[in-house]
């Protein structure tokens, strides 16, 4: 799933493997602060529930820990890396 600029230039992608994993949720430094990867999120997350998957999961570096926090994800293990979160 890739976000768009106002220019239609590509800022940020995602995607949700059948497993219910979001996967490759990256965005643009220049874009980052402005609700992109949330906005990605928040939609990766809709689409989940509209294929009635009973969760969703992802792996995160420990620096975005509070911003999947901030969106609802809870930590499920953590390590020295990453971080991985689960969302009913």
């Known amino acids: 799933m890739p976000a ?7 800022v940020g ?6 497993s219910g994993k979001i996967a490759r949720q990256a965005v ?3 874009y980052r ?6 906005a990605m ?6 689409e989940a529930r509209q294929r009635d998957f ?3 999961y992802l792996h995160a570096q420990m ?5 999947n926090k901030k969106l609802g994800l809870s930590v499920t293990k953590k390590s020295i890396l990453k971080v991985a979160y689960r969302m009913s």
């Open 33 to 38: 602060g402005e609700g992109v990867g949330s």
């Open 28 to 30: 643009l430094a220049e």
């Open 54 to 56: 009973g969760q969703v």
């Open 41 to 46: 999120l928040i939609r990766l997350v809709e």
């Open 63 to 67: 620096h975005a820990l509070n911003f």
């Open 13 to 18: 992608t995602g995607r949700l493997v059948p």
């Open 4 to 10: 768009f600029s106002e220019k239609r230039d590509a």
